[in-house]
């Protein structure tokens, strides 16, 4: 079942039917969540205008450590049962989790600022955020160091899965360590604790978020099983133009590209 | 409007959080549709030669 779900082609055209309404869902959640958060919400009678910041760092901390949860779960399912889409998925995962990260330490500075009288702190939130800051550069730079696709796959999640441990590390850090940071507001017991006024315009940017990580994760691992079929067609290619002895050469090689465009056609 | 990008005496916190992540989402964006859209394409094209190769 799992593995009828992560064919290929499957995903392409799974993907292709709902990349129209994601764009859409993404454009519409974005364009009513950003008037809201800057024209339509109240200004915090304590934080002023600066707490509209939480509209785009709140929701960018969570892409950061999803695209990671994302990440580790297709690296473990990489691992396990080698499947060519769990790998894509991963490697098509970092770049978009690195990015909200970067955004959510940059935002998370801005407010900072005003409210903390300080860019930065050395406590467990704002470290822990680093740390995955850095996972994710260290994943991106795995894959590109090593050639060849198995290992560079092999040991980016092996790597992806030690990180791992940072997850919930960043989740309970404002709960285990005395903090800067607030505590949870939103995802807590008891409910959220914040007023609906603010709690609406920080709920759709939510969905306009995951709706757009949603929607980039598909094109890049469309990317990624499209650059591969690309390569695995050009090693075809100089193979047969080579004659036979070529194709000796690389028996594994080529298996497996075989296989790749099997499922791909 | 003079007071709405003001921002309470925060503009110069607000307005850079908002335009870095909407420069990131955009440009993140745009980079992922091109890069599938163009590697897709290839990837059909050299199908497409090879199939033809394979017939003659």
Redesign the interface.
Known sequence: MMHRFANPTRFVRLADRMLPWLFIVTLGS?AVG?YMA??TSP?DYQQ???V??MY??AP?AWMGLFGYMVLAGASFASLVWRHPLADAAAKASA??GA?FT??AL??GS??G??MWGTWWVWDARLTSMLVLFFLYLGYMALWSAIEDRQKASKAAAILALVGAINVPIIKFSVDWWNTLHQPASIMRQGGPSMDSAMLWPLGIMFVAFNA?YA??LM??I??EL??R??ET??Y??AA?QEGPAARQEGPAARQEGQAVLEEGS | MSE?LH????AV??W???V???G??VI??IQ??R??KT??A??AR??QT?GE?EQH
Do not use: C
């Open positions: 974005f950003l800057l024209i200004p002023g205008d600066s509209r910041i785009v760092h960018s770049p978009i990015a970067g955004l940059l935002t801005l407010w600022q005003p757009y929607m980039v094109w890049r469309k990317a499209a650059a079929k690309i067609l050009r075809n290619q047969r | 709405f921002m309470g005496g925060y916190f607000v850079p959080a908002y870095a992540v909407m990131v989402v993140l964006g992922s549709w890069s599938q590697l897709t290839e990837a050299l199908k090879m190769e």
